[in-house]
Nanobody
């Protein structure tokens, strides 16, 4: 069992930056690949970024490539999402998730076994 707690969301103007953090507790953090997803009202949950257990595999959703950066610190049991050049369309609840298949990065939310409660990101125009 892994517990995930996101933080760092908030209100920011377009063009601004935010850094989300997701702190994990429970099982060994490096046993999991990690992902960030987001969901806006009335829309499906969308893959944002994912990182394998070692950080050797990183993937991004097309809408955030070049603007967002995912990283992890296994010593701190934390995964981060640095979000730059934010746009109003980035407004959503952002979730982190853990996948027990630690060596892959899946874009499919159904592959993930544990989820945080989410943190709201609102980008004003």
């Amino acid at each position: 069992q892994v517990q995930l707690v996101e933080s760092g969301g908030g209100l920011v103007q377009a063009g601004g930056s935010l850094r989300l953090s997701c702190a994990a507790s429970g099982r060994t953090f490096s046993d999991y690949a990690m992902g960030w997803f987001r969901q806006a009202p009335g829309k499906e949950r969308e893959f944002v970024a994912g990182i394998s257990w070692s950080g050797g595999g990183i993937y991004y959703g097309d809408s955030v490539k070049g603007r967002f950066t995912i990283s992890r610190d296994n010593a701190k049991n934390t995964v981060y999402l640095q979000m730059n050049s934010l746009k109003p369309e980035d407004t959503a609840v952002y979730y982190c998730a853990a996948d027990r298949t630690y060596y892959r990065v899946s874009r499919d939310y159904s592959s993930y076994d544990y989820w945080g409660q989410g943190t709201q990101v609102t980008v004003s125009s």
